[in-house]
């Protein structure tokens, strides 16, 4: 499952997330409260499989709904699982609300991720000062800490290109993105716009992605298949 290396990868600055990141799937049980259990084995079974790095918090561990207490005890069980495989991981400390993201990022940043992603704050669409400003902060809370945006296709919030080159321009410590992915005229402003920064592309477009410049995926058919195996 892991990227091979190529021509592109090798314009990455080293401390760059690349290849295929396995989502953590949130176990619910029949009451609707997170199965504990499962959710470490699942962990588990994510780490021996043959992936990149592993990531939390993502839309597929439903992190709108977590309580803070249930982020800090799946962060830290992210945390222990991954380092006791040396696997590289990353946790998302995504919320509507700008303050508690910070505070998220506060209190992870104890747990020594390889990088944090987020979403841009999405109860109202913000502004290029807005986005600026809770970008800023972000690295402003955690300066030695790698960021990695997330900005989906229903985000209220949708950044060009350019936006998020200039945002990088502004930000240093923001090494990432993962982006829907486009045409061939999308990957080609993105090869333009983003060199040497890391655009990662949902798992079920990876192929072509990868074909014209992607970096990677944090993949959702990594965390349905861990162990299948996908040509590019």
């Not at 999405?122 to 997330?150: H, I």
């Not at 060009?160 to 999308?186: F, M, N």
């Not at 655009?199 to 959702?220: C, D, I, M």
Request: charged share 20%; proline share 8%.
């Amino acid at each position: 499952m892991r990227a091979e290396p190529d021509d592109h990868l090798t314009h990455l600055p080293a401390h760059a997330p690349r290849g295929v990141w396995g989502a953590v799937m949130l176990a619910i049980d029949d009451r609707g409260a997170i199965d504990w259990e499962a959710t470490e084995e699942t962990i588990a079974r994510l780490c021996a499989c043959g992936v990149d790095g592993i990531y939390s918090n993502g839309t597929a561990c439903e992190f709108h709904c977590q309580t803070e207490p249930e982020f800090d005890r799946l962060s830290e069980l992210v945390a222990m699982i991954a380092g006791r495989a040396r696997l590289p991981f990353q946790i998302g400390i995504s919320q509507s609300n700008p303050r508690v993201a910070r505070e998220r990022l506060m209190r992870v940043s104890a747990l020594r991720p390889a990088a944090v992603q987020f979403t841009l704050p999405d109860w109202w669409p913000p502004s290029d000062d807005e986005v600026m400003r809770f970008v800023g902060g972000l690295c402003e809370t955690a300066p030695d800490m790698l960021l990695v945006l997330y900005n989906p296709p229903h985000a209220k919030r949708r950044l060009t290109l350019e936006g998020i080159a200039g945002l990088r321009a502004a930000v240093p410590s923001l090494v990432g993105a993962k982006l829907p992915g486009g045409d061939a005229s999308w990957y080609a402003d993105m090869r333009r716009e983003l060199p040497g920064f890391s655009v990662f592309v949902p798992g079920h477009t990876l192929a072509t992605g990868y074909a014209q410049g992607a970096h990677g995926s944090y993949s959702n058919v990594a965390c349905l298949n861990p162990k299948g195996r996908g040509g590019r």
